[in-house]
């Protein structure tokens, strides 16, 4: 059975739950963690790409579920649950580009601050 973006986020935080900080601090652990995370996903591309290495699909699948694990943790942070942070960047997506990707539209689209989070 598959699991939600919610009930991902139920079990991600249960294994936050013994972590000493507070609030602020679940903000800044998450935020660090996902630029860390993202940044073991690119040095695995990295190395593929200029070092000779395999593409280890496997092990980018790994990083991205520590990713997700902090995806999770910094949204719960800011009020917010996966299945919204998920919802609305489709709402976005959709309405920035309603008949799929456009690489004009990319490049002459408006900016909007916070775009509706």
């Given amino acids: 059975e598959r699991m939600t973006g919610n009930e991902y986020q ?35 591309i990295k190395k593929a790409t200029f070092q000779g290495h395999q593409l280890d699909k496997e092990h980018i699948a790994e990083e991205l579920g520590d990713v997700a694990w902090y995806l999770a943790i910094t949204a719960a942070a800011i009020g917010k649950n996966l299945d919204e942070i998920l919802e609305a960047n489709v709402s976005k997506l959709k309405a920035r580009y309603p008949d799929g990707f456009d690489a004009d539209k990319s490049i002459h689209r408006k900016e909007y601050e916070h775009e509706n989070y």
């Fill in 10 to 44: 139920g079990a991600a935080l249960r294994t936050a739950s013994g972590m000493n900080y507070d609030h602020h601090g679940m903000i800044i652990n998450g935020a660090l963690g996902l630029c860390g995370e993202s940044g073991e996903v690119a040095d695995i």
